[in-house]
C-alpha cells in the first residue's frame, strides 16, 4: 500500500485543530454599517426588497445607532432619501446646511462622539434625474459635478463628518475634495473613495431604498464595466494620488478578483462593499430555504475578508453580529 506522509485532512480532524490553522477571521471592527434614512419622526419601514433592512427617521434611527454601537460596531455610513420636491439637477439641497443629512450628521455626532461616521457623497439621491452628477443634453457632466461634490464634502465635514465617501465616479473628485478639505481646515476629514465601482445590477435594491433609480439611461458613463480588471488599479493608482485616505471595491462578490488586485497595489485600507443585490440574493434563497441563512453570510464575508479587504460595509452587519455571539457562547 501507498505510505501516505502527507495529509491535508489531518489538520481538518476536529472543531479545535480547525479553528487552530483558520487562515482568516471576521471581527465586528471589520465591519461598516451602512444606514438609510428619511425625514419624519417614528419611521422604521422595511425595503421590501431587502428583507429584514430598514429605513428610519432621525429618531428611530439613534436608537438603531445605540443598538450597533452596543454591538460593537463602531462606524456608520449615512444615506439620506430626500423628498421629490426638494430634488433638481444641480442637487441643490444636497448643500443645505439644514438639510436631511447635515442635520442626522450632526445629530448622530452629538450622541455618539466616538463614532466613527462616514457620509455618501454623490448627487443621485438628490438629483431629479438619479444621477450621480449634473445632466446636460443627456450627459453627466464631469467637471461642474465635482464642483458640487466638493462643496457636498464641506458641508458634511462642517456638520461633524469624520469620513467624506465619493461613490459617484466622476474623474478628479478627490483632487478636488481633498483641495477643498484642506483649504478650510478639516486636515482630519478624511476621504473613502469608491475607486473600483462597477455599473451592476446588484445596486437594484438600493435605488429602491433611496428611491434613486436613473430616470434615463444607466450608469455606464461613469461606473466601470464588470468585464474590466485593470481598469480598477488605474482607478484606485489615481485616488490614492489624489489623496484617498482608503478606496473601495464594489460590489464584492463578483468582484473578489479585484478586490485581490487592488490590495496588492494598494497603500491605504481597501474597503469592500457588499451590496444590496447581494444581501437581497442570499435573503431571498435563504427565505426559500435553499441555503442556510447563516452559513451563507459568513461564507460571503470571509471570502470578501480572504480576497484581501481590510474593511467590509455589510447590510448583514447586526446578523453577523449576532452570530459571532453565539459561536463564542
Ligand atoms: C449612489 C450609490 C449607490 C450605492 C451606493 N452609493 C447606487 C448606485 O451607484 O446606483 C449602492 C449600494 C448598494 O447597492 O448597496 N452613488
Redesign the pocket.
Known sequence: MYNFSKRPRRLRTTPAIRDLVRETHVRMSDFIA?VFFEDGAGIKSEIPSMPGYFRYSPDTLMDEIQELWNLGIRSVLL?AKVKDELKDNEGTEALNTNGLMQRVIRMVKDKFPEIYLMT?I?L??FSSFGH?GIVKDQKIVNDATVEVLAQMALSHARAGADCVAP??MMDGRIAVIRNTLEEARFHDVAILA?SA?YASC??????DALD?A?GFGD?KTY?MDPANAIESLKESALDIEEGADMVMV??AGAYLDIIYRVKQISEVPVVA?Q???E?AMIKAAAEKGWVNNDQAIMESVIAIKRAGADLIAS?FIKEIARILHTEKA
Open positions: 451602512p444615506f455618501d454623490a443621485d439621491p450621480d461613490s459617484d469608491y465601482k446588484f445596486y437594484g435594491p438600493f435605488r434613486s436613473p450608469k461606473q464594489k460590489p462593499y451590496v444590496s443585490g444581501y447590510y
